[in-house]
Nanobody
């Protein structure tokens, strides 16, 4: 069983930044694509960003130019740098590497 632990969420004002981290209990990230997803109550979980084993990245249209995903295989960690946050980014953010999910970290954007 692989454990994924997200951190870095919190309350931030519109226009602010946060960096989320996801740490895996094994080196599973080095062998798999890793995604960040988010979910708000009453809506389906949606893909925010993806990074492949080769370092290619993919972003949802609603975060392009604002968010950046990266990985540090030596630390079994994937990051999500989030800039220019707006209230619509408020959600629980989850790390995913098939078939494992983290427990999520709450991001709240509010003045």
């Amino acid at each position: 069983q692989v454990q994924l632990v997200e951190s870095g969420g919190g309350l931030v004002q519109p226009g602010g930044s946060l960096r989320l981290s996801c740490v895996a209990s094994t080196n599973i990230f080095s062998m798999n694509d890793v995604g960040w997803y988010r979910q708000v109550p009453g809506k389906e979980r949606e893909l925010v960003a993806l990074i492949t084993t080769g370092g290619l990245t993919k972003y949802a249209d609603f975060v392009k130019g604002r968010f950046s995903i990266s990985r540090d295989n030596a630390k079994n960690t994937v990051y999500l740098q989030m800039n220019s946050l707006n209230p619509e980014d408020t959600a629980v953010y989850y790390c995913y590497v098939r078939p494992f999910w983290g427990q999520g970290t709450q991001v709240t954007v509010s003045s």
